[in-house]
Nanobody, 121 residues
Framework: QVQLVESGGGLVQAGGSLRLSCAAS????????MGWFRQAPGKEREFVAG????????IYADSTKGRFTISRDNAKNTVYLQMNSLKPEDTAVYYC??????????????WGQGTQVTVSS
């Protein structure tokens, strides 16, 4: 079992940056695949980025590639999402997720409560 708590969301102007953090509790964090998802109003939740348990594999959605960076610190049980060059269309609730499977894509088992990111134009 993994419990996840996101932080770092807020309001930022277009072109700005934010860093989201996801603090995990539970003994299995260091062996868990981690991901970030987002859901904008009226839209389905979508995959943003994922990282393997050692951090050697990272995958990004086409819409975030080159602007967002996912990383993890297993010693701190934390995963990060650095978001640069933010656009109004990045506005959404961002969710941290975890799973035991090594596959970075696909379904995730555990979810945080989400943190709001709003990008103004």
């Amino acid at each position: 079992q993994v419990q996840l708590v996101e932080s770092g969301g807020g309001l930022v102007q277009a072109g700005g940056s934010l860093r989201l953090s996801c603090a995990a509790s539970g003994r299995t964090f260091s062996s868990s695949t981690m991901g970030w998802f987002r859901q904008a109003p009226g839209k389905e939740r979508e995959f943003v980025a994922g990282i393997s348990w050692r951090g050697g594999i990272t995958i990004y959605a086409d819409s975030t590639k080159g602007r967002f960076t996912i990383s993890r610190d297993n010693a701190k049980n934390t995963v990060y999402l650095q978001m640069n060059s933010l656009k109004p269309e990045d506005t959404a609730v961002y969710y941290c997720a975890a799973k035991r499977s090594a596959l970075v894509r696909g379904e995730y088992e555990y979810w945080g409560q989400g943190t709001q990111v709003t990008v103004s134009s």
